[in-house]
């Protein structure tokens, strides 16, 4: 069984360093998103793509956050000039839209960011 | 804007010592409403997904109900292993995608 993959699994980077991490979806789902976690709180919504469209960006997405998911396939999250406040847990999920159930989004492990 | 309130913040059981946890939540339109759990440093573990009032859903120890302002997870005779935060999550039909999260219920279970 193929979940969601994600990669790395942790960094650590010092400040004003660039950071990208990836999220490989479900085989087939066309739907990607990214959410952020902190410590003791619920995901936060970032972004979305159905295929390579992106179709939604949180206001949470400063212009130092960029994704993309060329080919409708594997995503990546870059992060510019990073900033301590930018230290959570990065998530991804995928679904299948289209289908009742589709709605589920499947999370994968996350990327735990610390940055110094 | 959604909002969803998990109650009680943390719970701690006895093994064997059935309990609900509460989540409330406001939303133009429901979509969805969908429980996870999470197990420390690792992603949610989709459970059970919710559609309309008075839908019930069940798997194993685990019976999620919704009504049109709330949704309880029922616990029945809870095991060690099912100690980790329990995650409720709405998506508004004003909203399409995206799931907007409580802060969770961090449940453990002793012996």
């Known amino acids: 069984d193929t979940g969601v993959s994600q990669n790395p699994r942790h960094k650590i980077t010092k400040r004003g360093q660039n950071v990208t991490f990836r999220c490989d979806p479900i085989?087939?789902?066309?739907?990607l998103y990214w959410y952020r976690q902190t410590l003791g709180q619920g995901p936060e919504f970032l972004t979305y793509?159905?295929?390579?469209?992106?179709?939604?960006k949180s206001r949470l997405l400063s212009d130092r956050f960029s994704a993309e998911r060329p080919k409708g396939s594997f995503s990546t999250l870059e992060i510019q000039r990073t900033e301590q406040g930018d230290s959570a847990m990065y998530l991804c999920a995928s679904s299948l839209v289209g289908d009742r159930d589709g709605e589920t989004q499947y999370f994968g492990p996350g990327t735990r960011l610390l940055v110094l | 804007e959604d909002q969803v309130t998990q109650s009680p913040e943390a719970l701690r059981l006895q093994e064997g010592e059935s309990s609900s946890l509460n989540c409330s939540y406001t939303v133009s339109g429901l979509r969805g409403l969908f429980w996870y759990r999470q197990d420390p440093g690792k992603g949610p573990e989709f459970l059970f997904t919710?559609?309309?009032a008075g839908e019930e859903k069940e798997k194993e120890r685990l019976k999620a109900t919704l009504t049109k302002k709330e949704s309880f997870l029922h616990i029945t005779a809870p095991k060690p292993e099912d100690s980790a935060t329990y995650l409720c999550?709405?998506?508004?039909?004003?909203?399409?995608?995206?799931?907007?999260f409580g802060t969770g219920t961090r449940l453990q279970v002793t012996l």
């Open positions: 085989s087939e789902h066309n739907r």
């Open positions: 793509f159905q295929n390579e469209a992106q179709l939604e």
């Open positions: 919710l559609y309309s």
């Open positions: 999550a709405v998506q508004d039909t004003g909203t399409a995608s995206k799931l907007t």
